[in-house]
């Protein structure tokens, strides 16, 4: 890169002197289309839960979803992905719950699509919210089964498409399952179904506040390491990617994101598809606890979310959506 100017004929500082010309300026902006926000919902009736773990998150009964969502509608975010917290006496090895087309997340879809149809819906695919043992598969000899989750997973994955899932979002991290998931929903005609793969999924620490907000932290007896990816690597994700838009993938995830903001670049710079981010609930939740205590001001949320956007996501998965949002002029 050649440099242009110096010192004193050319300062720098004049560009940032006044807020209108640093906003004529800049290179990267939020908007609210950028933003997603997760909901975690619960069993029962009349119910606004707060979630130890994540300060400021909370799970809704059913019937209380209108409430988040009538903010989601008044900011204009496009999109809302919903986590279930399933009781103890619905799980099972099998996560057979995750089938039941009366589950909480069926329930969910029907109800915002009623309710509040121009909002955008995007459902996991995964397991671990209904398995007994907290794993996103099924469990033969003492090993997640790759070949029979995937059997799994694809019904699951057309019962929510039935129900109006907008965007089946597979965070399991099987092998192969995308092509399978994309093959049955063709068979069933949901052409329209759009497939986020979480292709890049790390073995992160930064999870445990979510796990704890669906469920399956106490459940979870062994690590996800042998299906999740090593966070060591950097170039096993260009496998991952390649082989999810080889079976269908129309966007892909990278999980968690404020601290695999490289991953993000890498993929955007060699796959043209688009890439989202998920600022995860450690991340969340470490900005959260600052800010309650006053070690970081509120600035630092819009920073870290300028962050994806500079790494080149294209939409950003974050409980700080609504508050970002409201921010936004």
């Excluded at 009781?87 to 057979?96: A, E």
């Excluded at 719950?97 to 509040?116: D, G, H, M, Q, T």
Aim: with cysteine; charged share 30%; hydrophobic share 40%.
């Amino acid at each position: 890169m050649k440099i242009v100017g110096s010192y004193p004929k050319t300062r720098l500082r004049r560009l940032r002197k006044s807020k209108w010309k640093r906003d004529l300026i800049a290179e990267y902006n939020i908007s609210r289309n950028d933003l997603i926000l997760p909901i975690f919902i619960r069993e029962g009736k009349n119910k606004i839960e707060s979630i130890k773990t994540m300060p400021g998150v909370y799970r809704y009964t059913v019937d209380k979803l209108n409430i988040v969502l009538k903010q989601v509608k008044k900011y204009n975010i496009p999109l809302v992905a919903i986590f279930p917290y399933t009781p103890k006496n619905k799980k099972n090895n099998l996560g057979t719950e995750a089938l039941n087309p009366n589950n909480l997340v069926c329930k969910s879809i029907r109800y915002i699509k009623k309710k509040f149809p121009k909002i955008g819906v995007m459902c996991d695919v995964a397991l671990d919210p209904y398995t007994s043992h907290g794993h996103d598969g099924i469990i033969i000899n003492n090993k997640i089964d790759n070949d029979e989750t995937n059997k799994i997973l694809i019904k699951q994955a057309l019962l929510q498409a039935k129900m109006g899932c907008d965007i089946i979002a597979p965070s399991d991290m099987m092998d192969g399952r995308i092509g399978l998931i994309r093959k049955a929903l063709d068979k069933k005609k949901y052409y329209d179904v759009s497939i986020l793969s979480y292709a890049v999924k790390y073995a992160s620490s930064f999870y445990g506040p979510f796990r704890e907000a669906v469920g399956s932290k106490s459940q979870l007896k062994k690590d996800k390491k042998t299906y999740q990816m090593d966070f060591r690597n950097s170039n096993e994700a260009f496998r991952e990617v390649g082989f999810d838009i080889k079976e269908g993938a129309d966007m892909v995830m990278v999980k968690p994101g404020m601290i695999y903001l490289d991953i993000i670049k890498k993929i955007k710079d060699n796959f043209k598809i688009p890439v989202l981010a998920y600022q995860v609930s450690g991340e969340y939740s470490s900005i959260k606890y600052a800010i309650e205590n006053k070690v970081l001001d509120e600035n630092s949320i819009l920073e870290s979310i300028v962050a994806f956007k500079r790494a080149g996501a294209c939409a950003i998965i974050t409980y700080f959506a609504l508050d970002i949002a409201k921010k936004i002029k």
